[in-house]
């Protein structure tokens, strides 16, 4: 099922790897494609039984890579628990905010 272009009128397949690959809106072929858009960041503690995940928002990509390279060298993703031996990272100075919060059950155990 072919489209054609908004921009420049061109055909072109919105289920090719080339579209897939370049992002942007739907109505856009590759070539006319601008993904430009910063993608929201999850990211997850774990503190005893129940995990917490919160959804970041950055203002560039930049800022974005930063601080998920400071979150993973920091939060032990796939190290165990090498991660908090003879290592400190120090934290970007980067502007985010939480989009979203998912906690765990509280009372996981049925305890008052």
């Given at each position: 099922m072919n489209r054609t272009c908004a921009e420049c009128d061109g055909i072109f397949d919105p289920q090719s790897?080339?579209?897939?690959?370049?992002?942007?809106?739907?109505i856009?072929?590759?070539?006319?494609?601008?993904?430009?858009?910063?993608?929201?960041?999850?990211?997850?503690?774990?503190?005893?039984?129940?995990?917490?995940?919160?959804?970041?928002?950055?203002?560039?990509?930049?800022?974005?890579?930063?601080?998920?390279?400071?979150?993973?060298?920091?939060s032990g993703l796939n190290t165990g628990k090498q991660c908090q031996m003879h290592f400190r990272a120090k934290e970007?100075?980067?502007?985010?905010?939480?989009k979203a919060t998912f906690t765990g059950n509280v009372n996981h155990k049925g305890k008052a």
């Open positions: 790897r080339e579209k897939r690959r370049a992002g942007g809106l739907a856009h072929c590759p070539d006319c494609s601008v993904d430009d858009t910063v993608r929201y960041l999850g990211i997850s503690a774990g503190e005893g039984k129940q995990a917490a995940v919160q959804v970041l928002k950055f203002n560039s990509q930049q800022d974005r890579d930063a601080y998920k390279d400071y979150w993973r060298a920091t970007p100075a980067v502007k985010f905010q939480t």
